[in-house]
Each structure stands twice: as C-alpha cells, then as structure tokens.
C-alpha cells in the first residue's frame, strides 16, 4: 500500500467510525462507541437508504501535503467538511485538489466529489 503522506511537514490522522475492529450494536451496524455523534449521522444515513460503504474523520495539520492519489474506483461519492479550518482571506490556507480543480476548505462546508 502506497503511502500518500508526505513526511516533509505536518500530520494526517485518520479515524474510521465504522472499522471492523468496531462491535456491532443492536440494528447490525458496526460502528465505533468513541464517535456517538458521528456514528448517529451514519446510522441516519443508512435508514433513509444511503448506500454507505465506509465513513470517517481525518484531522489534518497546518504546512501538511498530501501526495496526489486516487481510490480503486471512481464510483464512489466522498463528502468533505471541514470543521475547524483557519480563516483567510484569499481561501488558500486549506486546499484540496480534485483532478484539475482546486477547492477551497471553510468551516462548515461540504466539498464532495
């Protein structure tokens, strides 16, 4: 597995909510008892017939770069959103670049692709 972190600056830490290490609760979902809220939008997500395969958080540090990558297949949905990202005023502080197109991170706002 290739690694897409690159080890000049920074830290990427990622967080899987519903990881086969998690136990299953009383409905057959798998998820992890550390994220309630999280695990809650999961759940709501899947009874309203969202065909959810994995779900997580990543925390990203200021100066981190991520190496481009790409998934197995392009025949999945990702949603993005960012929660705690600094302010400024051009929007360059927190990029992510999707093929050839470059958005910008606000708090409170979904990028998804």
Not at 1 to 24: D, K, P, V
Not at 36 to 54: T, V
Request: hydrophobic share 35%.
């Amino acid at each position: 597995q290739e690694c897409i972190h690159s080890h000049r600056g920074g830290q990427w830490s990622r967080f899987e909510i519903n990881a086969l290490w998690h136990s299953t609760d009383s409905g057959g979902i798998r998820c992890a008892v550390e994220s309630p809220r999280a695990c809650s939008l999961f759940r709501k997500l899947q009874r309203i017939g969202m065909p959810l395969i994995r779900a997580g958080y990543s925390s990203v540090s200021a100066g981190t770069w991520l190496k481009p990558h790409y998934g197995t297949t392009n025949a999945q949905l990702k949603w993005h959103l960012g929660l705690s990202v600094p302010a400024s005023p051009q929007k360059e502080c927190a990029t992510l670049r999707v093929a050839n197109v470059t958005h910008a991170w606000e708090d409170g706002k979904l990028l998804f692709f």
